[in-house]
């Protein structure tokens, strides 16, 4: 299957009923004939069609699990929502064991990235002048929304790897050191479809090192049900003692919204707004781009309500994820000491050894100015002709997408309902007009013969 998406439609348990139109937010979706369908291109995997379809025709792509195993030297990443999923007795070890168990050949917890990143940051807004925000680019589809709807606001997006590509590139790098002649596959465990595109088409890199990302739905219950036969493995050894000294704790945080804020912990005086879910995110970008925003250093902004804990993929809703990490992280500070402070030093000095990767812009799709005027003017015309009523019974989520649909050629303009009865009435006061007319060669008025006569 295409991985440029992870969100897609099951065909044939489609009702047509829209909600999923009515939900959307970049537009993408319409329903044709009583079957939705995805415009790709608009489409950021933000799950929401999934969240609100109550047919259960839009899945989302993960990689599956038999797959993952089946390779040797497999890893895999456990986000700090993952924590929260699991039954109170999972500490990390007890994780760890368990996908050794499953088959892996190690696991580690992708905080290590988060942790780097919250150095790097910490340092950049020590520094940063700009009176403008500078905007997380840990969401992958908060930076796909930005892309599509609110290009001139890319230059705020922080130009640094995710928290979990960091994890990968330095275990990955040390990994490498130690069994020289071996390749490693790294599968993330995610809470989301978009995490599982960004494996195939990180939002404005170049390449990911991962190979995949399962879904936390599927290795769940295998989780549950693994029995604890294989304690450790020459990987984990090595992957064990990486990460011992390395401070992880605080940043689990980063599995809620506001975990980014509390890992900056602010001490430098930094400004945070933390949003959660994409109708608070567009009030705030909207906000920046007319210049309304002020005061604010930094945007932490997850997609999902409640930040990753609130993804689609989990088990758990994200309110009680919230307690179940708050708990989880209380634990692995009394497990690792409560050095975590001290290790943060640590996380400083590796930062500088990370390239700093360019998130680039969107190819420009509207073309030449001439093209994009042309375009505007005959959208402009087409909205005047609908009636505005933004009904969506067109199977377009409004009147201004059914028109952009009319003049991209993907529509017509009988699909709107209101359109269609006005042609209709016209198509019928022209037949009621044509009744009466009769061809010229019989359409001789005897009337008027028989008065001219007199
Ligand atoms: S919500 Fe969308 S995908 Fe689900 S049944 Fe309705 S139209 Fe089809
Ligand atoms: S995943 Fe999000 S952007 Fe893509 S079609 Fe569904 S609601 Fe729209």
């Known amino acids: 299957m295409d991985k440029t998406h992870s969100v897609f439609l099951i065909e044939e348990e489609c009702e047509g009923c829209t909600n999923c139109v009515k939900n959307c937010p970049t537009k993408a979706i319409r329903v044709h004939q009583g079957q939705a369908s995805i415009k790709e291109e608009y489409c950021i995997d933000c799950a929401a069609c999934i969240r609100n379809c109550e047919y259960h025709a839009k899945e989302a792509l993960t990689t599956d699990l038999a797959e993952a195993l089946s390779g040797e030297n497999n890893i895999a990443l456990i986000p700090p929502s993952f924590y929260a999923q699991l039954p109170p007795e999972y500490n990390l070890k007890k994780i760890k064991q368990k996908l050794l168990s499953l088959g892996f050949a190690g696991a580690v917890n992708v905080s290590m990235g988060a942790t780097i990143y919250s150095a790097w940051l910490k340092n950049i807004l020590s520094k940063k002048e700009s009176a403008e925000p500078l905007i997380s680019s840990a969401c992958p589809v908060v930076v796909r929304y930005i892309r599509l709807l609110y290009p001139e606001l890319l230059d705020l997006v922080v130009n640094y790897d995710s928290p979990l590509e960091i994890t990968v590139k330095m275990i990955n790098n040390e990994l490498k050191n130690k069994f020289t002649d ?36 599927d290795i769940y219950n295998p989780i549950l049900k693994a029995d604890l036969d294989r304690d450790s493995t020459e990987i984990q050894e090595y992957l064990n003692n990486l990460e011992q000294g390395f401070p992880f704790v605080s940043a689990l945080a980063w599995g ?26 567009k009030m705030v970008l909207e906000d920046l781009e007319n210049d309304n925003l002020k005061g604010v250093d930094y945007l932490e902004m997850t997609a999902c309500p409640g930040g990753c804990l609130g993804g689609v993929l989990n088990i758990i809703n994200p309110y009680q994820g919230i307690i179940n990490l708050e708990n989880a992280i209380s634990k692995e500070y009394e497990e690792a000491g409560d050095n975590d402070a001290d290790r943060q030093a640590t996380a400083a000095n590796i930062i500088e050894t990370f390239e700093q990767p360019e998130i680039m812009p969107d190819e420009n799709k509207a073309g030449s100015f001439e093209t994009a005027l042309a375009r505007w003017q005959a959208l402009e015309a087409e909205k005047e002709k609908l009636p505005g009523l933004d009904c969506a019974a067109c199977g377009a989520p409004d009147c201004g997408t059914l028109a952009e649909d009319i003049v991209d050629g993907f529509a017509e303009r009988v699909d709107c309902i209101f359109m269609l009865r006005q042609e209709v009435e016209m198509l019928a006061n022209r037949m009621s007009e044509l009744v009466g007319t009769l061809p010229p060669a019989m359409g001789r008025d005897k009337k008027e013969d028989a008065d001219g006569e007199k």
Not at 196 to 212: D, E, F, I, N, R
């Open 182 to 217: 071996e390749d490693f596959d790294f599968y993330f465990i995610t809470p989301c479809p978009a995490k599982h595109t960004a494996v195939y088409y990180p939002p404005g890199k170049k390449a990911s090192l991962l190979s995949g990302a399962i879904g936390v739905d």
């Open 256 to 281: 809620k919204s506001g975990g980014e804020e509390e890992n900056l912990n602010r001490s430098n005086g930094s400004r945070i707004i933390k949003v959660d879910g994409l109708e608070r995110i």
